[in-house]
């Protein structure tokens, strides 16, 4: 795995998180006198497992916005390649608002557990979001997905789309690369009125709108951005735009 | 080990069983996740330890060749057929759109077959294919799901202008669901064939539909690999 490649940024992240979850299990213990079970807190045998999920932008010139982020049993899906996104995704999309879709989450019985990203990520930035689940889903067909958009664009996102999780030791991680998607649910114009990110500035800046003018409406892996650097007429987007696959590195670490 | 690699390289590996019994009976399902690229017609084939479709850094054979510059795989179907491989070609009746699936059903039951190759022309492209070559057929029963890239078969120089299909010829064949999305009168990008088979660096196009450098639709028809999914389930 490439965790030398990065261990400036992340590591230290991991640590620094996992000290911080001990010290909150420490402080729940102590207020509760009532609780006879004292002595765990290093107990791998608790009643929780807390996952500690890092999320890196591998991209150029794309901020991601606040990510989504959800622990499923196999069969949740946040969408399907191929088949039209649902609204809560198309808002995530098209104006990088999670909010609709972590509200889906919470309602479906296969989610065991969600979070929020804590707010934009930078090109070349990490976040980590701490999720805590019931012991009990830590089981075969446990699974992760990572949702953020891509945010100078139409309606891009990079996704981890419901990822298998095998059963994870305490201090374990495991990394994935994830792919950028197209939730086809509004035009590639990469216009200034648009794009709600900050290569629009000065613009409409539009986020989400309920009209689907995409040429086909299904999610498919994103084709890129052209810029007009490339040509494109009406874009405002510039090379320092564009990105390749992956564009997103997601680790998810069992701290507890 | 295998399980963690198999991971962290973006393969998804579900249901494993500890059983050790012999792939025999197994479903094929290519999905095309691109938003503008149709597939020609499928080969999908078990074919025996040892062979494989192309290799990259080498000539593409004649049989690559029609199948990435024509859709036309009657050649590779032929060279299956005296490896004594087992096939399902044309899963989907034709092309598969952007955003389909089909599936094959292949029984490799008393059979040497133990590698799974899945290839077709990718459209716009002048020698553009997807493929997965020539991997391992899991031989525990699950569901494996695999990404396959886009290659260029180095055959045709990426002029980007409507033309023929056959082998050897410029441009590349337009079949009627193309027809009103690819443009025309573009003065062609100036491209010879590499030489080799590589992964696809891309399509230029232009965002105009009636001249520029390219008939192909920058805003359409790019893609960025992988370009297709393809789930495995053997029974």
């Known amino acids: ?256 | 080990m295998k399980l963690t690699r198999a991971v962290t390289t973006g393969l998804a590996i579900l249901g494993l069983t500890p059983a050790l019994v012999q792939a025999a009976d197994l479903t094929v399902t290519i999905e095309n996740l691109t938003r503008g690229v149709y597939f020609t017609p499928l080969a999908v084939a078990a074919h025996p330890e040892g062979s494989q479709l192309f290799q990259t850094g080498q000539p593409a054979s004649t049989q690559i060749q029609a199948m990435a510059e024509g859709g036309d795989i009657s050649g590779l179907a032929g060279q299956l057929s005296s490896l004594g491989a087992t096939q399902a070609n044309n899963p989907a009746g034709g092309l598969l759109a952007p955003g389909a699936s089909a599936t094959a059903s292949l029984n490799t039951d008393g059979t040497a077959n133990t590698q799974l190759s899945v290839t077709a022309m990718l459209l716009p492209t002048n020698d553009g294919f997807v493929a997965l070559n020539a991997i391992d057929i899991p031989t525990t029963p699950g569901t494996y799901s695999f990404y396959a890239n886009a290659y260029d078969a180095g055959t045709e120089g990426n002029d980007e202008v409507r033309g023929s299909g056959s082998p050897g010829e410029a441009g590349f064949p337009v079949p009627p669901p193309l027809e009103p999305v690819v443009g025309t009168g573009a003065t062609g990008i100036t491209a010879a064939a590499e030489g080799f088979v590589h992964i696809h660096r891309g399509v230029l196009g232009d965002s105009d539909n009636g001249a520029g450098p390219s008939d192909i639709d920058s805003g359409l028809h790019r893609w960025l690999n992988p370009v297709a999914r393809i789930t495995v389930t053997v029974n």
Not at chain 1, 44 to 69: C, K, M, R, Y
Not at chain 1, 85 to 114: K, P
Not at chain 1, 140 to 165: F, K
């Open chain 1, 1 to 256: 795995m490439n965790r030398k490649a990065n261990l400036t940024g992340t590591s230290g992240v991991y640590r620094w998180s996992a000290i911080l979850g001990i010290t909150a299990l420490t402080t729940l213990l102590a207020g509760c006198p009532f609780d006879g079970d004292n002595d765990n807190v290093n107990d791998n045998n608790s009643d929780t497992d807390t996952f500690e999920v890092t999320i890196t932008n591998l991209t150029a010139g794309q901020p991601f916005s606040p990510a989504a982020v959800i622990f499923h049993g196999q069969h949740w899906r946040a969408f399907t390649t191929g088949e039209p996104a649902s609204v809560a995704l198309e808002t995530l999309a098209e104006g990088g608002n999670n909010a609709s879709l972590l509200a889906e989450a919470a309602d479906a019985s296969q989610v065991y557990g969600h979070a929020s990203g804590h707010g934009p990520i930078a090109p070349g930035a990490s976040e980590t979001v701490t999720i805590t689940l019931p012991e009990a889903h830590n089981r075969d067909g446990l699974s992760v997905s990572v949702l953020t958009m891509l945010v100078n664009s139409n309606d891009g996102l990079a996704a981890l789309n419901g990822v298998s999780l095998p059963a994870l030791e305490e201090r374990q991680s495991l990394h994935f690369t994830a792919l950028s998607y197209d939730s086809g649910t509004e035009a590639n114009t990469e216009t200034v009125d648009t794009i709600p990110g900050p290569a629009a500035s000065g613009g409409a800046q539009e986020g989400f709108n309920p009209v689907r003018d995409d040429v086909r409406d299904a999610v498919a892996l994103h084709g890129g951005v052209v810029t007009q650097d490339d040509g494109m007429t009406g874009s405002v987007l510039r090379a320092q735009h564009r990105w390749d696959h992956p564009a997103m590195r997601v680790t998810v670490v069992r701290t507890d």
